[in-house]
Structures are given as structure tokens and as C-alpha cells.
């Protein structure tokens, strides 16, 4: 038996305290299958003075987390610290320069340096791992990076945030309202207080990236990701989809396209029969599509103390077996520069939902703006009746699906539509995205 | 970048081909991701003739796959022979034994002597990788192996067999009869000729015991899993579980229970709403029940060249990064002898049909044979219209579902109701599984 492999952990919350209990609990079975001890020999987190459930009397205190990267009696450093840049950022940068070896659930530090970062842990020789960052518990970064080495990748896609699904699933199943469904999850601690990072996309943005740079060997590049949040999603939209058979999810996809690759995150209508249509509540659901296997799907837990540490310790106990996989599956020199594919080029199916005045020959008219740019529809309901989707007193709703076209001219022909007078409101357009 | 990687490979059918097809396709991006050259420089089959769609020009051709697998030229010996004896057995024992890492899709071979060969090759140092024996293109190996290495697994279960989901499936949504979605699956080349080895639960049996000694770290064991196929499957049965919210799906089911280790394959009912009852088709889907993870789904292709290839190129990937797994996560010494639980104690529900004489208090007096054995019925439905379930003239159909009872006292008392001369035929009972 190899000496014990001593974890230094930053960061006591949820995710923290139940790494330490899990490395407790499966010590045996980690030992066995590692064939190395692995201890918890030092800490650094804000309070001191908290009770966390676990037992850290014998083990070290630091309080500065970048002391705790640099300390000498530590091989592996596991940050959990969180935030894109500040002491997160310090500390994982100073123990890959020392070559230490280092598990990070931070998405939001791997979206911004991730390249950097992975560049730093190559030339040092150390690991960085982060199947925590994406999708808690689900093992998706260890799917795509080595268990489909073989395939060609061309959509990665998934519903990725458990806070606007929760949300979402929420608002079709009980009938209430965006704003209402918002409160409940905050009450019940799925949604921050500031709910912007959840519910505007931009945590979904971030582990997006990630994936994207897994399943298509490039670069990442958060800033690319075209992003839009579930605000504006109304009930309205959610029993259209129902009625029409499909279901809004808030999907991160990432795909191949002529233009480059397309990274977007946006309220999608999937068919209800499709695998992630199935997926309710704070359950996350990644799709692969690739040469090879063609289809594949993997659905767990998205967040959770637990489901997350699961992942933590998978990283842990590859880096305990002498496994030094590449941070993004390549090496950084070969991680190409992806050319993104800009969102006006994007071509798909649309759900568009229009409040139009009810006046005889609104829906021709505006039915004439589509197909005046060869935009072909595959329904068109008025609806006359008073109730679902009913908008102020004089209107209509028109609920119009569109077969693929590009966004661009999508978005040409509801400018037409709105300058011809017939709409009582902004025009309200989801994308549809099909298996 | 060092030497090339060189692989010998034995048995050139759809999934062999594949795999030559793959490594080359993908040839640039898997010498970036393992800083190897991957290449295919001796074969083994029966035809030497056959045209099988791939190049072979530069490729030594050996009849003997023994002599393959002895090859000093080669570094990874790759079987796909087929079969739990024979060529297949001499040739990764020979491999192993010269110390050669193999990388093998067979099932039976893994079940029957996995044991053996991972305690040879954990002597010789050489890796023994199968991800491509259970649930073709979905990483399922290296899930259970390493991404849940911090998890306590409860139970793993899910649809093996692309065959007989193909066939359920069919039977339910074309309601037709197993014999001729049988000759429908035979036609299209889903079935053998020989069906018993798929329809009889054999094939799920071994990928089940594969499945089992990952999860629970123990000896594999095919011998004790309890087996049943779906011959005896009704289009009735498929009918009441329809109505009762039920799909039928052949399971194979590992759980760990206070009596040993479960190890079943059935006909098992799932509610409408779970995971593997979404899946149809010749698609397969595994679930894990863990302490951590709570539960976990993979869902994707089954078989089919390509996406069993993908699997054996993943594991021709681990091996050249200088990844060494053990066989079965855990060193062979350490693999535990597991107690099988049998299947008396099988604690669960059940859907039972059976025949009635269609006699005023048929269906009191067999309620009364369940209730003097503490068994609750969730639910009885007995049935005077003709038509759907319908048996012989002057009987009626009774379908119960029970609360959870042992195998045992369920057995116990459709003995006694059979005894008391009410059913005009044998009584059928598919054990339920929950998520």
C-alpha cells in the first residue's frame, strides 16, 4: 500500500461537508479500489466556528483557501469555493503551479480560465478535474471526454439548470404563473434570492460551454453562448406547447453547424415524447448525438450535496489511480478555436405565439408575411374563444408553428407582421428543437 | 509521440468492421487525445474472402486468433469471436497470459470465466476491458467503475436485450401476438433464428452478472441469476398493464437486499411514468440506484456495429492513455463472494392474471386465498365483457395487483386458489418493479 493521498478542500458548504463525509463512508471500498488511503488533512473555509455535521477535529485549519493550495502536505487540492475569479481562482491557479493536482465544481472559474487553467495543469503535469461542474451528479464529462473517444460529436444538449426546470415543470403542471413558481422555489431554497444566474441562463451558459469544448475538442468559449433566460416565458406558451405535444424546457445545446459551432441556451419546445421532455423537476438531463452511437442520454440529479460530492470523489479516485486525463479530453495546443455560429444564422422549427387584434383576416395577413419569405407553416391556430391565452379585451391569440427556417428571416417577418399594425403586444417566439 | 499502438483484432463481423472503420475515421483526434498512434495491423477470421467493406491490404491476415493473440507485433489484442468457450477463451486466455492487454464485447465469455481472466490479466499487468459486453454504446462499465467509484450502489436494473424490448414494445402499440412479433423481429434481423437465447433471458442474464459484480464489488456470477423469459407474455397481460399504468419490460435486476444479492431477469411491469418504460424499441437503458446519486439513467443504443465499435474504441482509448482499470473496479482478491438471495424472499408486488369460472364469488373466494396470507391487493378488477383478456367460453379474466409480499407466500397462494378448482387455466404473475 502506496502512502495515504492527502486532500486539502476549500470550501465547507453543502457539496464540502458531504465530500468529506462520503470519503469517510466509502473509505474502505476507495482504498480497495485506488490502492491508496485517501485522507481529508486540511481545510480552509470562511467560518471556523460552524457546525457542519462532520467531524474535522484532526484535521488543519487553514484560512487563507491559497495557503491551503500551496501547502506542502497536500496532493490533491479540491476547491469548492465557487465564483468565477477571487480567492477561487487564486488558489486553483497557485496549486496547479505547484503541480498539485486539483478537483474543482466551479463552472463559472472553468467558463472564464478554463483554458488557461488547463494549460497551467499540462505544462505542470497535474490534473484538473471538473465532472462536478456540469450536471452534479450525472458523469457526463467522463462520457465525453473518454467514453466516447471514438465518435464524432455533432449536438450535445440538455437541461442543465434544475432551478428553471423545477419552475417550468411547476408552471405546466399547476397552471400558475412564472412570478409564482419563482417565489415557491425560493421558499423552498431552489432559487437564490437574486435568481438572475438561474432563471436568465447564465449558469445553464456556463456548464454549455463546458460541453461544448468536451464534445467538440475546441476551445472554450463562454462568451460566445447566446443567451436567454425563462422570464418571459408565460403560461400561456406552456399549455399552447401542451396542447400542440410538446413541453418548454430551458435547453443549453451545442452543435456542429456549416457556419461554426452554435452555442445557445434558450426556453425550447421539445416533442413530449423526446428524452429530456420527460425529464421534471430538479433532474438534469444531457443528450449526445454522435457518429457512432448515435443517440445517447444520461439523467440524474443536477445539484445536491450528495449527487455533487459523487462526483468530487469520482475525480478524486482517478487522480488516486494514476489516471491524468486531459482536462478537456485534448491537449490545449490541439483544443481548436471554434468559429461560432451566429444566432441569425440558426435554422429550426419555431413556436410563435402572436396577440393579434380580432379583426377578420389578421391571421391570413399574418400568415401572408411568413409565407411571403417561404416560411412554411405547419399550424396555425386563432383561437376566438375567451380563457387560455386570452390576451386584453379585442384580441386573439394566433399560435403558429413554423418548419425549419433561418432566425434571421423568422425575425424579418414578425417585424413585417408588428408594422402591420395587427398585434396588441411583442410577438412571443420559442425555438423548437427536435431529437 | 511514441511508438504507434498496435492492434490485433479477431472476428471481422458488423462489430469487428466497425471498429476498423471508427479507429480510422477518427484516427486524427484519438492520436491527440492518447499521443498514440492507433493501428490495426493483424486480423483474425473465418472468411478470408468476404468482402467486408474495409481495407485490409495492410493488415496480416492470421487464421488462427491464438496465434493472433500471441502476436509479438501486436499490443492490444481485441476479441470478437463470440462465445463463452473455444477460440474465444484460448485466445484472450493467450493474450492475457503474454501479458497483452485485451479488450473483448463478449458477455457469455465474461460471465463464464470473467473472474479467471481478471485475476490472470491483474498478474500479467495487463488491462481486460468489456465495455462494449453490456448495453452496446452506452458507457456503462466505466460509469458503474469509476464515475460512481464514491457511491454505495443499491440496485442496478434496467432493459438489456434490444430483441425482446423490440418485441414488447411491438406487441403493445401494434397489439399483436409474441409469436408473430417474434417472426416480424426474425424477418428484420432482430431475432436469431434460434430466438431462445435472446427471448429467454440468457443474453440479459449474462450482461446482468457483469452489471452485478461492478456495482456490488463481487465475484461474478451468472450461475445465480434467476432467469425467465418473455415467451409466456400475453397480449392480455400487455392490455391490464395498459390500463393499470403499467408497461411490461424485460429486466434484468441486481439489488442488494438483506438476504444476499438479488439477481433476476423477468417480465417485469414499470409504471407508464419511469425512465425504462419510456424505452422502446431495440433501444437499452440502465438505471443505478446509489446512496449518493440517488439514481442515475443511461439510456442509448443496444447493439448495432457502430455503437458497440464505440465502446471498443473507448477501451482501446483508456489503454493507450496507460490507463490500467481493474477488470472490475476492485482488485479480483478483493471481490467479495456474494450470498444470492433467492428468489423466495424476493419481496415485492405483483400483477397477476388468471381465468376464472365465470361462477358468482370466483373472485371472493381467490381474494380470500391472498388475505388469509396477509397479502394486500392494491387492486382486482374481474371482468364479464367479452373481448380484451378474454379466455375460454364460461370464464372471466382477474387481474390483482398486490402490495409488496414474498415470492414465497404469493406462490403459496395461487397454489391454493389453483386447489380450489376456480381457474381454468394457469395462473400468470409478472413481478412489479418501482423506481
Given at each position: 500500500m502506496s502512502n495515504p493521498l492527502r486532500i486539502g478542500l476549500a470550501g465547507l458548504g453543502t457539496v464540502g461537508a458531504s465530500v468529506i463525509r462520503l470519503l469517510k463512508r466509502q473509505a474502505d471500498a476507495l482504498t480497495s479500489r485506488t490502492a491508496?488511503?485517501?485522507?481529508?488533512?486540511a481545510v480552509s473555509a470562511r467560518d471556523r466556528g460552524r457546525d457542519r455535521g462532520v467531524d474535522l477535529a484532526d484535521v488543519e485549519w487553514l484560512d487563507d483557501p491559497v495557503a491551503l493550495a500551496r501547502h506542502e502536505g497536500v496532493d490533491i487540492f479540491?476547491?469548492?469555493?465557487?465564483?468565477a475569479d477571487g480567492p477561487a481562482l487564486d488558489a486553483v491557479t497557485a496549486a496547479l503551479a505547484a503541480g498539485r493536482s486539483c478537483v474543482t465544481a466551479n463552472k463559472a472559474l472553468l467558463a472564464k480560465h478554463g483554458l488557461r487553467l488547463a494549460r497551467l495543469?499540462?505544462?505542470?503535469?497535474?490534473?484538473?478535474?471538473?465532472?462536478?461542474?456540469?450536471?452534479?451528479?450525472?458523469?457526463?464529462?467522463?462520457?465525453?471526454?473518454?467514453?466516447?473517444?471514438?465518435?464524432?460529436?455533432?449536438?450535445?444538449?440538455?437541461?442543465?439548470?434544475g432551478t428553471c426546470n423545477y419552475i417550468l415543470s411547476r408552471m405546466e403542471q399547476e397552471r400558475l404563473s412564472f412570478a409564482d413558481c419563482l417565489a415557491e422555489a425560493q421558499r423552498l431554497g431552489y432559487a437564490e434570492a437574486d435568481p438572475t444566474f438561474d432563471v436568465g441562463g447564465f449558469d445553464t451558459a456556463h456548464k454549455l460551454a463546458i460541453l461544448t469544448s468536451l464534445a467538440f475538442g475546441t476551445a472554450i468559449d463562454a462568451e460566445a453562448v447566446n443567451v436567454?433566460?425563462?422570464?418571459?416565458?408565460?403560461?400561456?406558451?406552456?399549455?399552447?406547447?401542451?396542447?400542440?405535444?410538446?413541453?418548454?424546457?430551458?435547453?443549453?445545446?451545442?452543435?456542429?453547424?456549416?457556419?461554426?459551432?452554435?452555442?445557445?441556451?434558450?426556453?425550447?419546445?421539445?416533442?413530449k415524447s423526446s428524452s429530456v421532455a420527460q425529464?421534471?423537476?430538479?433532474?438534469?438531463?444531457?443528450?449526445?448525438?454522435?457518429?457512432?452511437?448515435?443517440?445517447l442520454t444520461l439523467v440524474g440529479p443536477g445539484a445536491g450535496g450528495e449527487a455533487t460530492a459523487s462526483a468530487v470523489v469520482a475525480d478524486i479516485a482517478d487522480i488516486a489511480r494514476g489516471v491524468r486525463s486531459k482536462p478537456f479530453g485534448l491537449p490545449v495546443a490541439a483544443l481548436a478555436r471554434a468559429e461560432p455560429a451566429p444566432m441569425q444564422l440558426h435554422l429550426g422549427g419555431y413556436y410563435i405565439r402572436l396577440c393579434a387584434f380580432d379583426r377578420p383576416g389578421a391571421a391570413a395577413a399574418i400568415a401572408s408575411r411568413f409565407a411571403e419569405r417561404d416560411i412554411s407553416l405547419e399550424s396555425i391556430v386563432q383561437r376566438r374563444r375567451p380563457g387560455v391565452g386570452a390576451g386584453p379585451a379585442?384580441?386573439?391569440?394566433?399560435?403558429?408553428?413554423?418548419?425549419?427556417?433561418?432566425?434571421?428571416?423568422?425575425?424579418?417577418?414578425?417585424e413585417a407582421a408588428v408594422a402591420d399594425g395587427f398585434l396588441a403586444e411583442k410577438p412571443q417566439f420559442i425555438r423548437i428543437e427536435r431529437e
Open positions: 491508496r488511503r485517501i485522507e481529508v488533512v479540491v476547491e469548492l469555493i465557487g465564483g495543469a499540462e505544462e505542470k503535469g497535474a490534473a484538473l478535474s471538473f465532472e462536478a461542474s456540469v450536471a452534479g451528479g450525472i458523469p457526463i464529462v467522463k462520457t465525453l471526454r473518454e467514453g466516447l473517444a471514438g465518435n464524432q460529436i455533432e449536438r450535445v444538449y440538455g437541461v442543465l439548470n436567454e433566460g425563462i422570464e418571459s416565458i408565460r403560461l400561456a406558451d406552456l399549455e399552447a406547447a401542451d396542447e400542440l405535444g410538446y413541453r418548454v424546457k430551458l435547453l443549453g445545446v451545442a452543435r456542429r453547424t456549416p457556419d461554426g459551432i452554435e452555442q445557445r441556451v434558450h426556453p425550447t419546445m421539445v416533442p425529464v421534471m423537476g430538479v433532474t438534469n438531463a444531457v443528450t449526445i448525438d454522435a457518429d457512432a452511437v448515435h443517440e379585442g384580441t386573439a391569440p394566433v399560435i403558429l408553428i413554423t418548419y425549419a427556417t433561418h432566425e434571421k428571416t423568422l425575425r424579418e417577418a414578425l
